[in-house]
C-alpha cells in the first residue's frame, strides 16, 4: 500500500501534514492544487538553506548553486528581482559587465546566478538580501578580492580564490592547488 504526504514546513517542520493510503477518501484529492501547492513546498525544502557564515567558497559549493541554476527555473517576476539584485554588482572577473550578465557563462558566474535562483525561489529572498548574500559568496570564494579583468588576463583557466572564474566546464570546477 502506498502512503502520500502533504504539509507544509514551517521552521524545518511539517505543519498540518497527514498520511493516508494511495486510494484517499473521495472528498480528499492528493492531486488537488492545495496538495500539489504543499508538495511543492516540500521538495523545496529538500534544498538545504544557505548560512551564509558558512560559506567555503569551495569548488564543492559553487559546484551546488550551480545545480541550482541548471534546476530552478525563475518566473518573470522572479527574474526581474535577480536583475534588480545583480546588476550592481560589477562581475568579478570582467567588471566590464554586471554579474547579472557577465561576459560568458563561466563557473563564477553560473555558481553566483545559481544561489539567486535559490534565494529567490525557494528562500523568497528580495533583491536587496540577494545582493548582499552574493557579495558574502563572492568574498568566500576569494577572500583577497577579484581584480575584475580576469577574462583578460588567462582568469578563465584560474580557480576562484586565484582571482580566476574557476574554469568553463561545470563538469570540472577549478580549485586552488595551494
Not at 61 to 90: C, G, H, M, V
Not at 151 to 170: H, I, L, P, Y
Given at each position: 500500500?502506498k ?20 486510494e ?32 567555503d ?86 577572500p ?35
Amino acid at each position: 500500500m502506498k502512503a502520500w504526504l502533504a504539509g507544509v514546513v514551517v521552521a524545518g517542520a511539517i505543519v498540518g501534514a497527514s498520511c493516508g493510503s494511495s486510494e484517499p477518501a473521495a472528498s480528499v484529492d492528493p492531486m488537488a492544487p492545495a496538495h500539489r501547492a504543499a508538495r511543492v513546498d516540500l521538495d523545496a525544502s529538500l534544498a538545504p538553506a544557505v548560512n551564509t557564515a558558512e560559506f567555503d567558497g569551495s569548488p564543492q559549493e559553487a559546484a551546488r548553486f550551480i545545480e541550482y541554476y541548471n534546476t530552478i527555473q525563475l518566473t518573470p517576476e522572479q527574474e526581474r528581482i535577480k536583475e534588480d539584485a545583480l546588476t550592481s554588482i560589477p562581475a568579478p572577473c570582467c567588471s566590464d559587465f554586471s554579474i547579472a550578465t557577465c561576459c560568458c557563462p563561466c563557473n563564477l558566474a553560473k555558481s553566483v546566478w545559481g544561489l539567486a535562483h535559490h534565494l529567490i525561489a525557494n528562500e523568497q529572498y528580495d533583491a536587496g538580501a540577494v545582493g548582499k548574500t552574493v557579495r558574502d559568496w563572492l568574498e568566500a570564494s576569494n577572500p583577497a578580492g577579484f581584480s575584475g579583468d580576469a577574462c583578460f588576463t588567462g582568469g578563465c583557466e584560474r580557480a576562484f580564490a586565484d582571482n580566476g572564474c574557476g574554469g568553463m566546464d561545470e563538469r570540472h570546477i577549478l580549485s586552488d592547488a595551494g
